[in-house]
């Protein structure tokens, strides 16, 4: 179940008014209980504050020595219908979610403790961990971000999928999702210029989804033993059989979009561009992420 979040409007307000040029982390420490969708073991994850440049890290307390990871590109070992972190000795399932909160809300520095395998898939949007994070109480600190801003326009395509980084002064993402043979999704399409106040009421509520007839093999077959209608919209016969049906209309595109934000946030670097993607999914993401950081690194350097 999601994190009842009690914070005020008015302190909600004043936590994404923070100012953007600012490394941000958290007041207070904070955790968040759940299941994993892949695993269905029980997970605990706790979001600890962190000095200036750490970064956002992963620590296993379920394993000995509590081995850490840092969330960054060079550390994705797979992306089977998820985004996984990893190392020869441990992994880190289903990282997208609250990678996409912490970016979304502007965090920074942070370390994500997880005991368990998998990161709790919750209602399978990202909305209970940006709750977590009012919870916690964002706050500024000393140190500025350095964000790096594309000359030249950055592609990358493999048959039908698209991506495209294009200059920009601010961070927006377009996204059109295609699914031919789905009547009931067929051709969504949103854009948007993502900040705080955008990801937590256009974004971060929005679930994974399925369609039924992808799903069902998977479930019978074990690989996705934490699946159910309390944590994915799933899309049987052209129709959702959530009882309570859609969160927006076109939830399923800005879930994409909420996966690619997770995705793009592994890069080291603090970002502005136009991200243009059509029919992307982790494992292009994370492609387009590795090309994407080559020319940034390149041109600012």
């Not at 994915?232 to 690619?260: C, Q, T, Y």
């Amino acid at each position: 179940m999601a994190v009842q979040c009690e914070v005020s409007s008015k302190k909600r307000s004043e936590q994404i008014s923070l100012n953007p040029h600012r490394q941000k982390t958290l007041r207070n420490s904070v955790s968040i209980s759940g299941i994993g969708l892949f695993t269905a073991e029980k997970t605990t994850l706790t979001i600890h504050p962190a000095e200036e440049d750490t970064g956002i890290i992963f620590q296993r307390t379920d394993l000995p020595k509590s081995p850490k990871l840092q969330a960054e590109l060079q550390n994705v070992v797979s992306t089977p219908r998820c985004t996984i972190l990893g190392n020869k000795d441990f992994t880190i399932h289903t990282v997208e979610h609250v990678l996409a909160a912490l970016r979304g809300m502007g965090i920074d520095n942070a370390l994500l403790e997880l005991f368990g395998p998998e990161v709790p898939i919750m209602d399978g949007s990202a909305s209970p961990f940006v709750e977590a994070i009012l919870k916690g109480e964002m706050i500024e600190q000393e140190k500025e971000k350095k964000f790096y801003t594309l000359q030249y326009p950055v592609s990358w395509s493999k048959g039908d999928v698209h991506l495209v980084a294009l200059p920009s002064e601010t961070f927006r993402v377009s996204y059109t999702l295609h699914y031919p043979n789905s009547g009931l999704l067929h051709s969504q399409y949103y854009s948007n210029e993502i900040d705080a106040e955008v990801f937590i009421d256009e974004i971060g509520s929005c679930r994974t989804f399925c369609l039924y007839e992808e799903i069902a093999p998977l479930i019978e077959s074990g690989l996705i033993k934490g699946g159910g209608l309390d944590n994915a919209i799933i899309i049987k016969n052209d129709s959702v059989i959530n009882p309570e049906g859609v969160r927006f209309s076109d939830e399923m595109v800005r879930h994409k979009i909420l996966d690619l934000i997770g995705d793009l946030s592994l890069l080291p670097v603090s970002f502005y561009a136009t991200i243009i993607a059509i029919r992307s999914g982790h494992a292009s993401n994370i492609s387009f992420a590795h090309k994407l950081l080559k020319h940034l690194k390149m041109e600012n350097s």
